[in-house]
Every structure is written in C-alpha cells, then in structure tokens.
C-alpha cells in the first residue's frame, strides 16, 4: 500500500504537504486551476498590501513590473498583468471566485508592516470564504532610535489586531532576522499566531551604474535557500506546536522530504512553479510517494519531525559545530589555484 501524504496545516486538512505559496500562479484563475489539478494540496494567493487599502494610489502595474522585469528567466510562465488585483474590492470577488471554483484550501495573504485601518480588510476575507490567512509582516528596521524589542513589538500588535479581527485560521509569515527567533516565534504564537511560514525573502534592491538609480531586483530562488528555514524549522519543531511551513528554496521532491523530516507541516514553491508550469507539483508529487514508499513510511507523518534537532544523531549540525566544521574541512581540503 502507498504512503499517505495527508497532513494538517493550520487546523486544515490536506492532501499531501505541497502548497502553492503566493506568488503569480496564484493569482489566476486558469493557472490556480492548473495547480489544483496537478496535485498543489492548498493555495495562497497573492497578499493584498497595506498600501493597496491605505493608499490608494499605488498602481497594480508598477507593483507588477517591479516584480517582473527583473527575472527573465520565468517570462514564459508568468501571467499577465492581470495576476495581481488592482485593489481590495477585486481582491475579494477573486478570493470568493476561487473559492467556488477549487476544491483545494483557499487562503488568503495580507502583507503590510503596521497597524492600521487596513487590517479590517482580514475580516472581509474571512467573509468572502477563506480557509485561512496568511500576514505577511514585511518591515525594514531602519531606525537607529528603535530598538530590537520594540520592532518585535510593532509585529506583535500587528498579529494580535489581526486575531482580534478574525477567528480564522492564521499564519504569519515573516523574515529570519530576529535576536532569539525561538522566543520571538512563541510571542507570536501568544498573540495569536496558528502558524509560522519560515522564512519570507526579502528584496534587495541593486544600483544601476548607467543611470545611478537603485533598482528593484527580484531573482526566483535558488535551492540551496533551503537551508536556512530547515535549520530553523529543525530547531523551532521542538519548541513550539504551531504548524510550520517551509517557503524559499523549495524545487524538487528532494526537498519537501527535507523539509518534513526537519518537522515542517507543509512546503511551499512559488519560484520552480514559475520556471517549470504548475505540472512541476505533480512530479514533485510522484516522487515524493516513490520516495517514501521505497523506505516503507507509512505516511508522512512518520516522516515528519524525525531530524528535528532532537531526533537528529547529531544535534550540534544545526548549531555552532557545524560551523567550525564546515570552515575546518575547507581549509584542510583547499589548493591554491
Ligand atoms: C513573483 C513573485 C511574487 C510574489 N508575491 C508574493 C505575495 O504577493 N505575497 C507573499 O507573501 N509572497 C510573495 N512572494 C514570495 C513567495 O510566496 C515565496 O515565499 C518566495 O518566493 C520563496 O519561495 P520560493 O523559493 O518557492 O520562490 C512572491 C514571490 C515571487 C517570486
């Protein structure tokens, strides 16, 4: 008998740990449609941003171009314009239309940085039938006035505005920089957090040397971007019972195996969805019951969690060892071109 590939995320049931994370694909009907068929268990759609509500001025195309222009390498399968919606008005009639056309879990993406008027839009999503929410906390601290904690603060009240709005299921997504990540993650918890997606990629921006301006610059991932949440999920599974998800790095089956075994409920893949098509997630699909199958697991859920660092043989290979292992072996192993 094959193994199970159902999994809980949030408190949803899905079928297997492959969801679409926000991006492009999502943000259109034929392409969600393609993903729904191709295995993808659960979708998020693109974020609606503060900016978007609180300003409306922001035009959805710039938005668009800035995400675009600078990855050639997906033109083929990226969506036109139309992927991401204008506003909050359009956001919602494509968030209650995907709902009534996928079988899948539907969830819904707010991505801003502060508190403020916007946030009521996640009761609007609730409404218009997400499973799920995702809040996508993109903030840069710029500030040398303001210390750690209080930027850590701004994140909490921005999850406890967000639960206090709605009882949905409700996962932050956020970037990997923080002093004591494992406190941070369980105040976040504490303010209401359901779920963790780890870890959101930030854009850094390039310098145009022609014209001395700075560029927005957006790659597609690379696989080895893995690392850094598998550390971390690796570390975080043992300390916390929220639902984890893996996003940045994810492209092959091989790597949703890495991220369940470090304990991760789910992986997400925006960047190879885009360069491949959404047929990538049925393969991806495929191997990953070959794969489990050939080592007679059961179910994923055996799988899961079995090299968190606890139940890693060497634990210290999430931490410092591997460090001065790492830099040790080079050493020993380097020859002078
Ligand atoms: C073109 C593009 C658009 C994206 N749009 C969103 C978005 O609207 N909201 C969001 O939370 N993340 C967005 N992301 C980030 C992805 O959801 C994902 O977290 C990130 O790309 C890392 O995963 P990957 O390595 O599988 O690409 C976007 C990524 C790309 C490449």
């Not at 740990?17 to 926000?22: D, R």
């Not at 600078?70 to 992927?83: N, Q, R, W, Y």
């Not at 690379?222 to 975080?236: G, N, Y």
């Not at 050939?294 to 606890?310: A, F, H, I, N, P």
Request: aromatic content about 6%; overall charge negative; glycine content about 6%.
């Amino acid at each position: 008998m094959s193994a199970r590939l159902e999994t809980k995320y949030l408190s949803l049931n899905l079928r297997n740990p492959l969801m679409a994370s926000a991006g492009p694909l999502t943000g259109r009907p034929d392409t969600l449609h393609a993903l729904e068929e191709a295995g993808v268990a659960a979708v998020v759609l693109p974020s609606l941003f503060e900016e978007q509500i609180e300003h409306d001025d922001i035009e959805a195309h710039r938005l668009f171009m800035y995400q675009t222009e600078s990855f050639a390498e997906s033109l083929s399968h990226l969506p036109e314009v139309g992927a991401y919606p204008t506003g909050p008005d359009e956001y919602l009639a494509r968030l209650s239309a995907a709902k009534k056309s996928l079988g899948i879990p539907v969830i819904a993406s707010l991505n801003g940085c502060t508190t403020g008027g916007w946030v009521r839009y996640a009761k609007m999503m609730q409404e218009a039938g997400a499973d799920a929410l995702e809040l996508n906390i993109y903030m840069v601290a710029d500030d040398e006035c303001e210390p750690g904690a209080a930027v850590e603060e701004r994140y909490i009240d921005l999850v406890t505005a967000v639960r206090e709005t709605v009882t949905l299921p409700l996962a932050v997504k956020i970037g990997c920089q923080f002093s004591s990540l494992p406190n941070f993650v369980q105040q976040l918890v504490h303010a209401g957090a359901d779920g963790l997606v780890l870890f959101n990629r930030y854009l850094e921006p390039d310098i145009d040397l022609d014209k001395l301006e700075v560029l927005p610059s957006l790659h597609l991932s690379q696989r080895h971007e893995l690392r850094l949440p598998l550390r971390w999920i690796a570390i975080l599974r043992d300390q916390t019972r929220a639902s984890l998800a893996a996003t940045s790095g994810i492209h092959t089956a091989a790597d949703v195996i890495k991220a369940l075994l470090v304990g991760a409920d789910a992986a997400m893949m925006t960047s190879a969805l885009l360069q491949s098509g959404p047929g990538l997630a049925r393969k991806v699909l495929h191997e990953l019951r070959s794969w489990l199958d050939e080592r007679e697991y059961e179910s994923v859920d055996q799988l899961r969690g079995s090299m968190s660092r606890k139940n890693c043989p060497d634990p210290g290979a999430f931490e410092r060892a591997n460090y001065m292992r790492a830099l040790t072996s080079y050493t020993a192993e380097y020859r002078a071109p």
